[in-house]
């Protein structure tokens, strides 16, 4: 059973703070990372993706995997209201071919 | 750039009613993908394309079955439509297996 997990929420930061988004999963087949956001009623847009241990940054967000914990995170600096979403973590499996979504972190950033 | 559009947006059924949900995408992907959102539950794939020509059930495939009509459109049918299946759902394309999903609008559907 191929499981991605992520904390519910909602995380409430104050504008101007760092987001801290974590997922774990199941398979240490996993090859390939990826982050969504989703804002209510709308659908889930691409954030960032990650294949390698380490850090992958891009603008104000920061994407980390450590293959060896199974852990993948999703660091949102300077975070701002407009930041204020569904934030889902997807995962590949080698020889799957499709993507596990975890159920979503809802982050909420106040002015 | 339209990307994956799917129709209709919402709809309504009746318990047993049947209906087929459309999508297609303009990126020349090969994989494309039907996806239902439930509250508390995630995403969950009920069918995928890997390519053209092929199609495999995913997660949730019962009461569904789709249809991968050409390179640019997966169409998802409700035989008898039942209130479990009230839910929104998500087409999506990938250039292939594994790589990045690019999602449709979504399609509100509701079973009374």
């Known amino acids: 059973q191929k499981e991605v997990e992520q904390n519910s929420g909602p995380l409430s930061v104050p504008e101007g703070a760092i987001a801290s988004l974590n997922c774990t999963y199941s398979?240490?087949?996993?090859?390939?990372f990826f982050w969504y956001r989703q804002y209510s009623g709308k659908s889930p847009e691409l954030i960032m993706f990650i294949y390698s241990n380490g850090d992958k940054e891009d603008g104000r967000f920061t994407a980390q995997l450590n293959k060896a914990s199974q852990y993948v995170s999703l660091l949102i600096r300077d975070s701002q209201p407009s930041d204020s979403a569904t934030y889902l973590c997807?995962?590949?499996?080698?020889?799957?071919?499709?993507?596990?979504f975890g159920k979503g972190t809802m982050l909420l950033v106040s002015p | 750039n339209a990307g994956v559009t799917q129709t209709p947006k919402f709809q309504v059924l009746k318990t047993g009613q049947s209906m087929t949900l459309q999508c297609a995408q303009d990126?020349?992907?090969?994989?494309m993908y039907w996806y239902r959102q439930d509250p508390g539950m995630g995403l969950r794939l009920i069918y995928y394309?890997?390519?053209?020509?092929?199609?495999d059930k995913g997660e949730v495939p019962n009461g569904y079955n789709v249809s991968r009509l050409n390179k640019r459109e997966f169409s998802l049918r409700l035989e008898s439509a039942a209130p479990s299946q009230t839910s929104v759902y998500f087409c999506?394309?990938?250039?292939?297996?594994?790589?990045?999903?690019?999602f449709g609008e979504g399609s509100w559907l509701t079973v009374v």
């Open positions: 990126m020349n992907h090969n994989s």
């Open positions: 394309s890997a390519s053209e020509g092929t199609t």
């Open positions: 997807a995962v590949e499996v080698g020889g799957y071919s499709t993507l596990t």
């Open positions: 398979d240490r087949g996993s090859q390939s």
């Open positions: 999506a394309s990938s250039e292939s297996s594994g790589n990045t999903i690019y």
